[in-house]
C-alpha cells in the first residue's frame, strides 16, 4: 500500500461510488475495474446500480476522478453490461500474480499489485516482485503500465522490453517523478510511456523511427529518457 495519498491500489476502486455530475445522482458503486495492461490505460468499471442492475461506465465517459467519488458525465453515461464491452481489457484482478518477463526471455518476476493514481488521466503501473523474500525484505520494483509490450490471452505473462527492467524505480515516489519531471511533450491521446535509459544528449531530438516509435530526448540529462510509442 502506498502511502500517498494521490495513489492507490486498483482494488481501492471498488466500492467507489459513482455519480453522475448532470444531476448529482448517485449511478451506483464500481464492482470491477477493466485496464488495458499495455497501454496502461483504465479502460472502464462494471458499476452495481442501486436497482440491482450491473452495467458499464466507459472510461471515456468519466468527467473526473476523485478520492471519494468517480463523476460519470451524466445519468445515461451508463450502458447495458454486455460482456463484449471490456471482453479485450483484463479485470485488474486478473493481473495479480501475472509473470513479467523482458523482451530478451528474463523472468524479472510477478505482479503483486497494481496501483492508480487519482488524477483526471490516472497513471497505472504495476509493483513487481521477485519472490515473497523480496516483500518481507521490504524490496520493491515499480514499473508503468505503458511499458507493456504484450500480455499473454490468458493473462499469466506481460511482456516489456529490456529498458523498462533496467529502469525499474524503487518507490512510487521515484517512479512518479520520473514520469512527470520527464514528460515535456504533450501527451496525445494516442501516445504511451515507455521507459528508456538515459543518454548522454544536450539537446530535444525528436525522431521517428520504422516502428512508429517517437523518441524523446530530454535537454537534462538527469531525467529519465521516454520512448512515444504511437497506437495504431
Not at 448532470?22 to 449511478?27: D, E, H, P, Q, S
Not at 458525465?73 to 523482458?102: H, M, Q, W, Y
Not at 535537454?219 to 529518457?225: E, F, L, P, S
Request: hydrophobic share 40%; with cysteine; glycine share 6%.
Amino acid at each position: 500500500m502506498s502511502e500517498r495519498d494521490d495513489v492507490l491500489p486498483v482494488s481501492g476502486l471498488v466500492g467507489r461510488t459513482v455519480l453522475s455530475l448532470a444531476t448529482g445522482n448517485k449511478l451506483g458503486s464500481v464492482s470491477d475495474v477493466f485496464l488495458d495492461a499495455v497501454d496502461g490505460r483504465i479502460i472502464g468499471f462494471t458499476v452495481d446500480c442501486p436497482d440491482g442492475a450491473h452495467k458499464h461506465l466507459s472510461f471515456s465517459s468519466v468527467y473526473s476522478f476523485g478520492h471519494d467519488a468517480i463523476m460519470a458525465d451524466g445519468d445515461k453515461a451508463l450502458s447495458s453490461a454486455d460482456e463484449s464491452t471490456f471482453s479485450n481489457s483484463p479485470n485488474a484482478r486478473e493481473l495479480s500474480g501475472a509473470k513479467v518477463i523482458t523482451a530478451s526471455g528474463s523472468v524479472i518476476g510477478q505482479i503483486a499489485g497494481v496501483y492508480v493514481t487519482a488524477l483526471a488521466e490516472p497513471f497505472v503501473f504495476y509493483e513487481v516482485r521477485e519472490s515473497l523474500l523480496d516483500a518481507l525484505l521490504g524490496r520493491r520494483r515499480f514499473i508503468p503500465a505503458s511499458a507493456g509490450h504484450a500480455l499473454s490471452d490468458d493473462r499469466s505473462r506481460l511482456i516489456v522490453p529490456d529498458e523498462a527492467a533496467e529502469n525499474a524505480a524503487t518507490s512510487i515516489d521515484d517512479l512518479l517523478n520520473m514520469l512527470v519531471q520527464s514528460v515535456s511533450p504533450p501527451r496525445g491521446p494516442n501516445d504511451t510511456i515507455v521507459i528508456l535509459p538515459e543518454v548522454d544528449e544536450d539537446e530535444t531530438i525528436v525522431r521517428t523511427d520504422d516502428d512508429e516509435t517517437v523518441v524523446h530526448v530530454d535537454d537534462d540529462a538527469d531525467k529519465t529518457v521516454l520512448r512515444w510509442r504511437r497506437r495504431r
